[in-house]
């Protein structure tokens, strides 16, 4: 996990916070979740003593909060209710899914981290926490997934409903999503009920992950590790983008794509391989000549 630390100039002015990592020693006996609560909680303090107008808000969304997944029932639930399902409710039914399912919580540590590896403006773990609704989306999905999986199919497709009206991120509550997912912006991201997407993928804003028409059964995408979705993105049918491949923005994908190849186009063709083996993780745009 990671902890940032003011840099300063030659000029004695504070420079953007560094990312550095915590040392082995100050997690021994404290799991992954843990060590993030406590980055964010050292985090909101700070922008406390930095701005007092944002008190409440610190207090609201983290300080007030003994754990890292009661800070995030209560940003689910505040950002999701409405007169039909209150706060209490939905911040009552989060805390009974992450008890019954405590692995959600360690996909959301690993989500987070992966916005912070990945995205090279956010320096602080408590931005895509409380301000990218990439983040906050795909939370309320692996709520949905539960009650879903659970037979709680009313209230997931209500979850469904709300964070597409609220977020503009439509993830139907059967996909499959993996862990260590960035979901960059997201605005009008679509993926469709037989989705899959594997761990430490990274997908931009406007994409869909959608089937070819009104056939039924398994009909979406299968996103492998480490691939990258860039913005844009028409990904058709019941086809597999491989392990560590690029799909190029704007692109329209309607048959499978081989591990760690890079395509683009109207329909898609390839166009070369991704210099690194997961650009997924690395964010690397720049594609090598083909073979």
Not at 4 to 26: F, L, V, Y
């Amino acid at each position: 996990m990671t902890l940032q630390t003011a840099q300063r100039d030659p000029s004695g002015r504070d420079s953007a916070p560094a990312k550095t990592m915590i040392g082995k020693a100050a997690i021994v006996g404290h799991s992954p979740s843990e060590v993030l609560w406590t980055t964010l909680c050292v985090e909101a303090r700070t922008v406390v003593d930095n701005d007092s107008r944002l008190a409440q808000a610190m207090k609201s969304n983290i300080l007030a909060h003994p754990t890292f997944a009661h800070s995030l029932a209560y940003r689910f639930s505040e950002t999701l209710a409405n007169r039909d399902v209150d706060a209490d409710v939905l911040t009552a039914l989060s805390l009974d899914v992450f008890q019954s399912s405590p692995d959600i919580i360690t996909s959301a540590v690993l989500d987070l981290q992966a916005v912070y590896d990945r995205d090279p403006s956010t320096s602080e773990l408590l931005i895509p926490f409380l301000y990218f609704k990439g983040f906050l989306a795909l939370q309320a999905h692996r709520i949905a997934h539960w009650l879903w999986q659970n037979n709680k199919r009313h209230m997931a497709r209500h979850i469904q409903s709300r964070t597409c009206e609220v977020l503009s991120i439509d993830i139907h509550p059967a996909a499959h999503m993996g862990s260590g997912i960035m979901l960059d912006h997201g605005n009008g991201l679509v993926i469709g009920e037989t989705a899959v997407v594997d761990n430490d993928v990274s997908i931009l804003q406007d994409v869909t992950l959608g089937g070819t028409g009104k056939e039924s059964g398994d009909r979406h995408p299968k996103i492998r590790r480490g691939a990258l979705i860039g913005a844009g993105a028409k990904i058709l049918g019941n086809i597999e983008i491989g392990v560590g491949a690029k799909v190029g923005a704007g692109s329209v994908v309607v048959s499978a794509v081989s591990a760690h190849t890079s395509v683009a186009g109207v329909p898609a063709r390839v166009v070369g391989r991704p210099k690194s083996d997961l650009p997924g993780v690395t964010m690397e745009q720049p594609t090598t000549d083909p073979e």
